[in-house]
């Protein structure tokens, strides 16, 4: 009997919506409940029956529909899925990077909410004294892409990207030599398709959409399936997009004999405040 009412649950619950099947067992066991005084035996099998729909369709609720189709999603290493970067919650960023034991690398455009957020440098400090390695990437404010960003962000991007890189680098510049040099900055002329959050062996990626600010883009949270160097999930590849965009003829490490014309307009902007 158990398994002719696993049977039949399974086949209402495969030809029918979740929503539809508990209802219709929760309607059996209510059912059976009415008319155990004088049916018992019939009532038994209603209640059987509605408590391996209802089972059924809250098991389905809760597990995927399609395994084949979550399995592929538990390879390429996604842990989690946000339409907005902004859902991941705020306090969440400089809490993630206080947990960093060994590396620390942000790809993106301006960077102005990490430098906005009033911990972030303290987290920062702390991070490069206990020898984390950090990294920094810059959409370069000179290029043309960053022009076209500024554009279709339909804000300043160019302005606060110097910003962020000026306030950056005075930042380096205060720190103790043995720690400056954990600290690097670069700016990159490259298409400025997604942003990397990678601290040790997570990943924040945030595919930056021509219609919207960086802020909403959608989000992927990742991380390592294969290992790093096999490319078979979408840690190791975007792993070794960021380090491909290092590697590149036009993306330049920050030094003293660049960093004026990278924060140019950010000084002229605070000069005329003073």
């Known amino acids: 009997m158990s398994r002719f009412l696993s049977r039949l649950a399974k086949f209402i619950l495969e030809h029918s919506q979740v929503g539809v099947v ?14 155990w005084a004088n049916h018992p035996r ?3 099998i209603l209640v059987s029956i509605g408590a391996s729909l209802v089972a059924a369709a809250v098991v389905t609720f809760l597990s995927p529909l399609n395994q084949e189709v979550y399995q592929r999603f538990l390879g390429l290493g996604i842990k989690n899925i946000y339409p907005s970067r902004d859902d991941f919650p705020a306090r969440d960023w400089v809490r993630w990077l206080r947990r960093a034991k060994d590396h620390c690398t942000l790809l993106g455009v301006a960077h102005q909410g990490w430098r906005r957020d009033p911990e972030f ?11 984390v390695q950090v990294k920094i990437f810059f959409l370069d404010p000179t290029s043309v892409l960053c022009e076209i960003r500024e554009r279709e962000e339909r804000r300043q991007t160019r302005q606060e990207t110097r910003t962020s890189i000026k306030l950056l680098w005075e930042f380096r510049r205060q720190l103790p030599q043995e720690i400056q040099d954990r600290l690097t900055l670069y700016v990159y002329d490259s298409t400025p398709s997604s942003g990397t959050t990678w601290i040790d062996e997570s990943m924040l990626i945030a595919h ?33 997009n960021v380090r491909n965009v290092e590697k590149k003829e036009s993306t330049h490490k920050i030094d003293e004999t660049n960093i004026g014309q990278y924060t140019e307009i950010a000084q002229e902007g605070a000069d005329a405040q003073l």
């Open 22 to 35: 508990f209802l219709f067992g929760s309607v059996l066991i209510i059912w059976g409940a009415f008319v």
């Open 208 to 240: 930056y959409l021509a219609g919207f600010e960086n802020l909403t883009s959608p989000a992927l949270l990742v991380k390592p399936v294969g290992g790093e160097e096999s490319m078979s999930d979408l840690y190791s590849i975007y792993a070794q």
């Open 42 to 44: 019939a009532s038994t």
């Open 121 to 131: 440098f303290d987290a920062l400090a702390d991070r490069l004294r206990h020898e």
